[in-house]
Structures are given as structure tokens and as C-alpha cells.
């Protein structure tokens, strides 16, 4: 340890007095890691680039935090921004909640609203606010991934010399399945001048280093030491090597013989907890990981505990999560993909506060979480490889990346020991390769001709590219470029051959024009942005213009306005919406993107393999998009669960039903499975859209899908259920429900659990009213007796029902005073929040203004039951708008939510869309009673609000905006900006 700063350590006051400058207990001085020390020594407070290369536990973190702060609390003549990438969902979420203390937002000098956090599965501020414009953030904490999506739908930022950007785990790089993405990210920064470049790594190769540094253009940092040591064992059948990290580097042979055995040496180790627990053990595989935990089990006696305990845990019962539930009380656990979030987060939560003393898991635990294991042992250390059949060696950095949770910095240990033993099939002391560099994995190119479609439309439609020479210098200025360069023949000839064949399909397909100049259409800018292969966003298109009719026949049937308060039961209505998911499902499933050849980026769970009836499939195999139905029988299963799942299904029913004692199916790969096709679901979406755009009405190619205005209509409601099945499918909860979600408690965590709102909706609980009216108490506490919920939390439910919408409101209305200050709306904005009747309409008409839409008639005393307003979008195509409102946070009812529909019709102008405007909310109830409606659509006034601000910003246009008003239902903010 180092305790002083290095000469011109460049750190400003705030951030030295800051935690993040660590500092001796007994003394004050500073107290710095060798890791540390070099960072700030090479400049990182200085605006530095750097690429940081140092063993695990070495205080790399603080380094990246050190070059955030500072580049915030530096020159502030223009906004700074900062950038931290994480490689995975979970570290976004907790690093977001670890800077979000009071601490560390001093020592940023921002506040809680300019931090965002953006994962792919959710973007929000540190008030628990969606922002609008993540990119605006001071702070964004993103997965590189979900970086790269906010740039190209975003439009590229050619000049980022005012972004600091920290990439922590940068190796991700080199990764086979996720390394395209970031290569291409980084490379955007690069090209773009970021003004601060901090990669992070604990695992990278010399050469890797070399090559990494050197294009990038950055100084390399390489720091060998480990402030907490660690001790190797290797156990074979005769002896114990050992080796340690601050010592030369060579095995010493002790002589002696030790337990090799797994759960023996857990037994071992458990005789001296003080000195060796906690302790993780890894394991090659999932299974793996299962039968330890189950056989650790049995040596602590461990009984079965009942279903009620595991879902109260858990919000969800599944076969792991019971065993989870048992093992928990007896200091232990089990950490695998297999386990589904809330599963694997209390398993997280209780490693961070020191409940658990062994863990046996898969390498994901390695993947950048710091948890206070004392030791590690490696079940094994070669992984089975089907395709060398047998088992292969994991790499050098897999393994030093595993044993590094051992002796963890901050944790008070002293040492930390890793112990591994000789397997079969290998020689006894194999394992010492690890020492040296043999079993380094080295990045190789990940730009390659089968994804050149994607990157190119990506590239054009972010307007990086604008031409083939652009094309081809990104590509050359990429890391793939730069490896490839001297070891291809011919490579400027290869570059543009594969390019000139990408460019075609992009061109055949619809989604460029030009020759010279290349341009981007409105459907290729919607398939670059729902981060879709174009091969599959052509496949979708194909498929809806072969079978548009069967799905449409799916959707309730429609009615004018004027019958929907007539309407009656529609027969069989649940089983037609279950085959229309089935058959959206099953669809995605099919894709390039699972069943490509070369370009596959996601694989249904193994053990749905097995064949298994479907009754589904059979009545509609005539349009499945792989004949005969059984012939793709693991996305006919897939999609089965998909069906069920959003109607209430249990994933433990699923698990039994599907799965088998030689393949069970899990409650993980389920919900990695259901995420995934949520996923896709909202990039199918997004190219319906575009399909269906009234900007795209003209063009020739898209006359078979959509020959007439009233099958636009059509496909507008189709849009409509499949933006809402994306966010079932995501939370597996009945659409008439699904409302409860943005329920939340004082803390911002969601109000209800799934397992309370199936209960509620079991017991026709189904709208606001229904969850506070005294009338339905009874009810009420019936379906929270099912779920064991106790009376304190009932009480709680209801007054927070009501008071977490009001609190969402006043959110959305402060992050559109800060996006729109300047602009000068600050009196409109409140105005419009806090207003009723006519003083909202006369809010709603000024908001309108503001935005240069022309109003071209309103009611006033000459007209009876004249409609609030007519106005004009787009030229020519006028779209009746009616303003409702409630005092207080009373909601609007379906009879005014409707109203619109008569004062139309008895003026001539029910022809045109109809809208009506809910201050502050429409009726819970309403959306599903209007999902008939052919020409009705119903919008909360925060809704409204949000996408006006985006279009007085220009981040869409007037066009997008009138589709999204129009098209029947329910508009939702999020249709337009998903998180």
C-alpha cells in the first residue's frame, strides 16, 4: 500500500477528502493500492486516458470513479459527461444503488437526477424516474450493450471530447458471443475523440495489452501486485503444490496428501471457519453446481421446507428456489443462471452481508461482483466441449478471474487461498500451467462478413457512415481492422466485397437507397433501432404480409365507437389472445435470430427438445413458419410457456410439465428465455410500426400488407397488443392486471408481487377502484389471505396504491421542468400538471401551440357538444381530440373517456380519429373495455406531456407522433421510448 499521493496526482479538493480516496484509519493518510497509485501517478484525475491493467481486489473501481469525479469537477465551460459500462444487468444495478449515496453524489458534485442507470431491462434516474434522454445524464451507468443502442437510435455524437468514458471488464472485447457489440462501441468513442478513455481489466493477455493500447491510442498501466495475497494449492493424490501471488513465481511441494474430494475438502475447511469461510466453490457446469449443493445438503441435514415459505422468499415457486429456501437457513447457497432474478438477488444480497458461509456456483459469480470470500475451491477447472469431445481447460483469465474472489480488498482479509486438484484425464500437476502464459485466450477479430449487414445499417442509421469509403474506414479503424490488416491477403478488396454484398440485401430489403450516397430509410431506421438482424426484421415482414389475415382474425373483432358500450362477451376471446401470443412467439422463435446457421444470438433451454402435444400448434400449423408443427418442437414448446406465462401461468407447472428427470427445465433458463423473446417482441414492434407508419403509406413494396387505411387500422391494434405482450411476457402478468406493476411503495420497489396481483386478479380485483373500494374489502383480503399476506402490508397496499401514481406524476412533471427549462415552460408545465376542466383544455391548446400543431377548430358557445379540439397533425389528416378531467387523482371513466365518440359523430367528424385526454388518469379499467374500439384512443395526461416534450425537442416527429396518438387504445409513453 501506498500512503501518499503521487506528485501531481491532479485530484481537486472535494474528491480527495472523498471516499473515494481511502485513507488510513489510525492516521488519516492516504491509504492507495499499487493499482491505485499508478492510475493517479499516469494522470487518470488529470484527463488521462488509460488502459488499467491489474489484479483482481486492486481498487480498479475507485481508479475509473477517481477519473469521473474529476472530469466532472474539471473546466466547467461545457456539460461534462461520464460514461461507467459494466459487463453485466446485476452490476448496473448495484453499482447505480453504490453511487447513488450521499457520499458519493458530493463527491461527484451532482444530484440524484443526474444519475442514470440503463441495463436493458429498465432506465431510470436516482429519483426512480424514467428519463426521457438517458444521453442527457451527468452519470449514466449502462451495460455496453445498452450504451451502444442509446447511441445509434439516438444519432451518433461525432465529437465526444466532452464524455469521460470508464469501461470496466473491458476484455468483453474478446468475447465470443457479446465482443461484436463492444468492438463497435469502442469504436464509436474512439473515432469520436472521447475526451477520457479508462478500460479496466484484471485478466488481459501481454499481448492483448499491446494491442488493445495501442489501438485505442492509450497508455497501457500495468500493475502486477495484489494488496490481498493469495495462496494456490494443488492437490493430487500424493502431495500439495502450493504457490502464492506476492512471491516468485514457482510450486513448492509440501508433501503432503490432503482431502481431494470436493464436499471433503468443504468439510475440511468448515473445521477452522474463521480462517477459511466464507467460501466459493466453482463448478464447469450447472448440473454441477446442483448435485454439490444437493450433497452438501445431506451432509447438513437439511429438510424440505413448504411452498409458502419459498414463494415468500421469492415471489415465484420453482424447484430450485425450494431448495434454495432450505439451504438458506443452514448458512448456505447455490448461484447459477438456472435460478431466476429474485432468486439469484437474495442469494447476492446475503453473500454481501456475510450470511453465507459456502456458495457453490458457475463462473457468473465472477463476473465483476465483489463479494468477501476468505477461500475458493475449483470443483474443476476443464469444461466439457461437445465439439472435442471432452473436457478442454478453461482459460488462463477465466481462472485468475474465479480465484480472484478470494481475499477480497476492504474485507479486513489478510490472505486469501485458492485450492485446486489433479483431475483424470490430465496430468497431476497441469494445473501449474496457469502460472504461465499458455492457456492465455487471446481477442480475436469479431467484425466479421456474416453480422457486415447489421454493423453497416447500424453505422448508416446512426449516421457514422453516409457512403462505402466511410463504411470502409470505420471498418478499418476498428480492433478487427487493426488485427486483420497484416494477416489478410487482399484486405481492402475483402473489406469491400463483403460490404458490396451487405449493402445489396440492406438495399433489396428496403432499408437503404442509393449508390454513391447512401440513405436510410424510415423502416431501416426502425430496424436499427430495434436492435434486430435485418434478415430478421425481413423475415417478420415477409411472414405478416404472407399471414396478416389469420392474425388479425386473432385480435377481437373491432366496432365503431358508438357500439362499444353495447358490446358483449366475446366467445373464446381468452383462447383466440393465447393463440395470437403462441403464434407471435413461435414466430420470433423461428427467427435468424435462434435458428440462423452463421448469425444465432439466442438459444431456447435444451430440455424443451422433448416432444410434447400442442394443441396450439396443431390448430394453427397451416401458418407456422417451420412445417410440419412438430418439426420445430422446441419453439413450439417455448412458446406454449410464453402463452400461459402471461395469463398466470406458474413456472413451477412449467418446470413439471416440460422438463424431465434427464432434462429438467429450470426457472432461470425460463425467465432468460422469456427475456430474450420480450426483447425481440419489442423490436417486432418497432418494425410494425415503420410497416404501418403513414409516412410509409406510399410506397409500392409495403401495398400487400397494407393495401387500404382501414387494414392500417387493423395493424395499428395488432401494434398495440404486441407493444403490451412485450411487457407481459417480461413480468408474466394478465393484461387487465398489468397496471399494478407501476405500482410502487415509499421506497420505489414494486408494491405487489406477481404471486399478490395473480391473487388479486383471481378474485376480480382488476381496476384501482376495485383494490381501494370498501365495497371489495372482503375480496380484498381474500386473495391476500391466499398469499399469506400479513395485515400491516394490506394496510400499506392501499394507501400507497394511490399515493404512488401521484408521486410518479410529480416526477415526470419536474424532469420536464429541468429538460424544458430552457425553453422557457416552466408556467405551461404546471399549469398543464395542476389544472382542471377548462383551464387543462386551455393548457392542452397551449401545449399544442408550443408544438406547432394547428388547431383548426374548437368548442366554444356556437356549437352544442362540440369536441374540444380538431386539430392537424400532419396536412390533411385531422384528428378530434376531447380533454377530460378529475380533481384530485380520481379517475376518468369509460362513459367521459368516450364522450369524444358522440360529440363527433353528431357534428360529422367521427370519420377521424378520436382521442380523448385523461387529467390525470383514465380508469384502470378502461384500456381493456376499449381494445374494440376502431377509431378511439385514450391517453393519460403525463403520457401526452412526455412525448410532447420529445417532440418540441426533435427527437421525433410529427408523423411518429400522429401514429401514436391514433392508433386505438391506450397510447403509452413508453410505445415510443422503451426503457
Known sequence: MYHALPNNHGLSGEVEASPLVRRDDATGTPSLTHAQYEGLAHGVARSESMLLVAPTSSGKTEVGLIAIASWLRADRNYIRKTVYLVSHRALARQKHKDLLKPEMLAAFGIEPADMVMSNGDLTIDGNGAVPEAPLNARVLIATYEKFLALLASNGHQPDMTHYCVVADECQLIG???????????????????????????????????????????????????????????????????????????????????????????????????????????????????????????????????????????????????????????????????????????????????????????????????????????????ARWDSG???????????????????????????????????????PENFPTQYLGNSLDDLITPRLVPEWFDLIALQLLAAKIAANMDELLAFMDASLSGYLLRDNTQNFDAYLRNHLTEALTKLIQWGYVLGADALTVTDLGQAVARSGLQPKSANFFQNYLTQYRDHLLALLPPSVPLEGLEQQQEIPDWNVQDSDLVFLLSHLISTSPEYEDRDTTRRYLPYPLEVWRESNRAIRHQAILSIQPWDAGITAVNGSDIVADWVQGGSMRDFELSFGDDRRPLTGGQIAGMLRDLAAFMSGLGDVLEALTATTNAHLPALLTLVPSDDVRRELRRLLRRIRQLARQITVGIPEEVLWMLELDDANGEPLLKRSEILALNQHDITSLEDLLGAGRAADFNAAMTEVNVPQEKRAAIRVAARASRVKRTDQIKNRLLKDLGPIQCQDLINTYFTSRETIFEDAVASCLDCVEITILERDGDAQLRFPDFVVDIIENSPVVMESKSKEGDREVPLGEATDVGGKAAAHGLNRHPMVTICQPYVATDVPGKIKRAQDLSVVNAEDLAQVLAALKLGRITKERFYDWITTPGQPRFDDLFRP
Request: a negative charge.
Open 388 to 426: 472435442q469431445g471432452g473436457r478442454v481447460p478453461i482459460t488462463r483469465s477465466e481462472l485468475r478471474n474465479m480465484a480472484g474472489r478470494a481475499g477480497r480488498l476492504g474485507m479486513g482479509d489478510t490472505e486469501g487461498r485458492v485450492i485446486l486438484t489433479a483431475q483424470q484425464g490430465f
Open 175 to 381: 468475447d465470443n458471443h457479446r465482443g461484436r457489440e463492444v468492438e463497435i462501441l469502442l469504436t464509436l468513442i474512439k473515432q469520436a475523440n472521447c475526451g477520457q478513455f479508462v478500460g479496466l481489466s484484471a485478466v488481459l493477455s501481454e499481448l492483448d495489452v499491446n494491442h488493445l493500447s495501442t489501438w485505442l491510442e492509450i497508455t497501457p498501466v500495468v500493475v502486477d501486485t495484489r494488496e490481498v495475497p493469495l495462496s494456490y494449492e494443488l492437490r493430487t493424490t500424493t502431495a500439495k503444490y502450493v504457490w502464492r501471488t506476492d512471491g516468485p513465481e514457482q510450486v513448492v511441494n509440501t508433501g503432503e496428501a490432503l482431502p481431494r474430494g470436493t464436499l471433503d475438502i468443504l468439510a475440511e475447511l468448515s473445521q477452522d471457519p474463521a480462517n477459511n469461510l466464507p467460501v466459493a466453490v466453482f463448478c464447469m457446469s450447472k448440473p454441477r453446481v446442483k448435485a454439490l449443493a444437493e450433497g452438501w445438503a445431506q451432509r447438513c441435514g437439511v429438510a424440505p421446507v413448504e411452498d409458502a415459505i419459498t414463494r415468500d422468499l421469492f415471489g415465484e415457486t420453482t424447484s430450485l428456489g425450494e431448495n434454495l429456501a432450505a439451504f438458506l437457513p443452514h448458512s448456505f447457497a447455490m448461484h447459477t443462471t438456472d435460478l431466476i432474478d429474485t432468486e439469484r438477488a437474495l442469494v447476492e444480497d446475503r453473500l454481501e452481508n456475510n450470511q453465507i458461509a459456502v456458495v457453490f456456483a458457475t463462473s457468473t459469480l465472477a463476473q465483476g461482483l465483489n463479494f468477501p470470500f476468505k477461500t475458493v475451491v475449483f470443483d474443476h477447472w
